[in-house]
């Protein structure tokens, strides 16, 4: 892997896309209440209806906002992968990792969602799910190329017959 450093920022496209579709139902929802009773506009706190999208759609924008806060992100940089939040950083150390276990893959659909990462110092593994972040396939390399022979499916660890 070369020595630049590469980030992959946390994907907040469901978010943008649900934002969307909330407030879409909303105002439909609405216009539909306004043309069928022509003499009362509905208030919030009148229609139970208005007030759960209402509140869905300030939910959904809040969690937006939180995760533009927060600003995680990944980044591989040499020997280092680092996790990082506004909140904290978190880094591993390729000196540090027993093993990484890329996948396991889903039965049904062919595609590797996640990457464990077993530390030498936890019993605990360290889990990377792939969706969450930007450019995953990207990411996926990356990490591959990061870990080498740590990887437990690399073509090196594979016992030949």
């Not at 593994?125 to 591959?144: P, T």
């Amino acid at each position: 892997m070369d020595q630049a450093k590469h980030i992959y920022p946390a994907r907040l496209d469901f978010l943008y896309q649900s934002i969307a579709v909330y407030a879409t139902t909303l105002v439909v929802y609405l216009v539909i209440r306004s043309i069928a009773e022509w003499d009362m506009f509905p208030t919030l706190w009148q229609d139970p209806i208005l007030l759960l999208l209402s509140v869905i759609t300030l939910l959904s924008v809040g969690a937006l906002l939180y995760h533009l806060f927060m600003q995680r992100r990944i980044e591989i940089d040499g020997d280092i992968l680092e996790f990082t939040s506004r909140a904290r950083s978190r880094t591993i150390h390729r000196s540090d990792i027993a093993s990484i276990q890329i996948g396991p893959r889903s039965r049904r659909v062919h595609r590797i969602r996640s990457v464990h990462i077993r530390l030498k110092s936890q019993r605990r593994l360290v889990r990377i799910r792939l969706a969450n972040f930007q450019h995953r396939r990207k990411l996926l390399e990356d990490i591959r190329a990061w870990a080498g022979p740590l990887t437990a499916n690399h073509p090196s660890r594979v016992p030949t017959a």
